[in-house]
T-cell receptor, first 112, second 115 residues
Framework: QKEVEQNSGPLSVPEGAIASLNCTYS??????FFWYRQYSGKSPELIMS????GDKEDGRFTAQLNKASQYVSLLIRDSQPSDSATYLC????????????FGKGTHLIIQP | DAGITQSPRHKVTETGTPVTLRCHQT?????MYWYRQDPGHGLRLIHY???????DKGEVSDGYSVSRSKTEDFLLTLESATSSQTSVYFC??????????????FGDGTRLSIL
C-alpha cells in the first residue's frame, strides 16, 4: 500500500524565519510530487509541483526532491502569519489516471 | 481559480437515505476525482474518472458509486448513507496525465453529516 508520511506538528516558526516541511513516501515508482496548502475549513490549494530531483523555487517557496531517499520537502522563506495553515504532501505514480496519495498534513503556525 | 462547483455545500441527512453529490467543471478537463477528508486520515481517493462513462475505484470506494455522463459533471452517490460516511467530500480535476502528471485542482468541498 502506498504511504506518504508527514510530521503532523504543530510546527511553530517565528515570523520572518524559514519554515521547513518534510515528507517521505513509500512507492519507489512515484514520479509526481505536489505540495498543497489548506486553511481551516477550506479546500486544498496547490503551492508547488516537482517532478525531478533537486530544487524548484517559486517566490518564497522552494520544493526539494530526492528520489533515491524517497524524500520531498518544502521550504518557506520569510514566513508570514498568513502562511499558518496545514500543508499537505501528495504523491502520484505518474503515467496513470489514478489519484493522489496524500500525507495527513503538517500544521504550521507562524508566530508574529 | 479552477472552475469547479460542488453542490450542495452542506447537507444533513439520516442513515439509510440515498445521497448524491455533484461536481461540475467548466475547464473541459478529462480527469475528475472524488476524495473524502477525515480527521486522522487525511484525504483519501473514493473514485475517479478518466473520461465520459469511464470510471474506476479508489482506496475507499465501498458504499459509493459514481457516474459521468458528460465531461463537465461527475456525480458521487451514497446509495444508503451510514454514519461512517459523515465527512467532507472534495472533487478535483486534472487536465492531463503522463510521466509527469499535471496537478489536481480542488473544489470547495461538501460537508456531509449523516445522523
Amino acid at each position: 500500500q502506498k504511504e506518504v508520511e508527514q510530521n503532523s506538528g504543530p510546527l511553530s516558526v517565528p515570523e520572518g524565519a524559514i519554515a521547513s516541511l518534510n515528507c517521505t513516501y513509500s512507492d519507489r515508482v512515484s514520479q509526481s510530487f505536489f505540495w498543497y496548502r489548506q486553511y481551516s475549513g477550506k479546500s486544498p490549494e496547490l503551492i508547488m509541483s516537482i517532478y525531478s530531483n533537486g530544487d524548484k523555487e517559486d517566490g518564497r517557496f522552494t520544493a526539494q526532491l530526492n528520489k533515491a531517499s524517497q524524500y520531498v520537502s518544502l521550504l518557506i522563506r520569510d514566513s508570514q502569519p498568513s502562511d499558518s495553515a496545514t500543508y499537505l504532501c501528495a504523491v502520484n505514480e505518474g503515467g496513470g489516471a489514478d489519484g493522489l496519495t496524500f500525507g495527513k498534513g503538517t500544521h504550521l503556525i507562524i508566530q508574529p | 481559480d479552477a472552475g469547479i462547483t460542488q453542490s450542495p455545500r452542506h447537507k444533513v441527512t439520516e442513515t439509510g437515505t440515498p445521497v448524491t453529490l455533484r461536481c461540475h467543471q467548466t475547464e473541459n478537463h478529462r480527469y475528475m476525482y472524488w476524495y473524502r477528508q477525515d480527521p486522522g486520515h487525511g484525504l483519501r481517493l473514493i473514485h475517479y474518472s478518466y473520461g465520459v462513462k469511464d470510471t474506476d475505484k479508489g482506496e475507499v470506494s465501498d458504499g459509493y458509486s459514481v457516474s459521468r455522463s458528460k465531461t463537465e459533471d461527475f456525480l458521487l452517490t451514497l446509495e444508503s448513507a451510514t454514519s461512517s460516511q459523515t465527512s467532507v467530500y472534495f472533487c478535483a480535476i486534472s487536465e492531463s496525465i503522463g510521466v509527469s502528471n499535471q496537478p489536481q485542482h480542488f473544489g470547495d468541498g461538501t460537508r456531509l453529516s449523516i445522523l
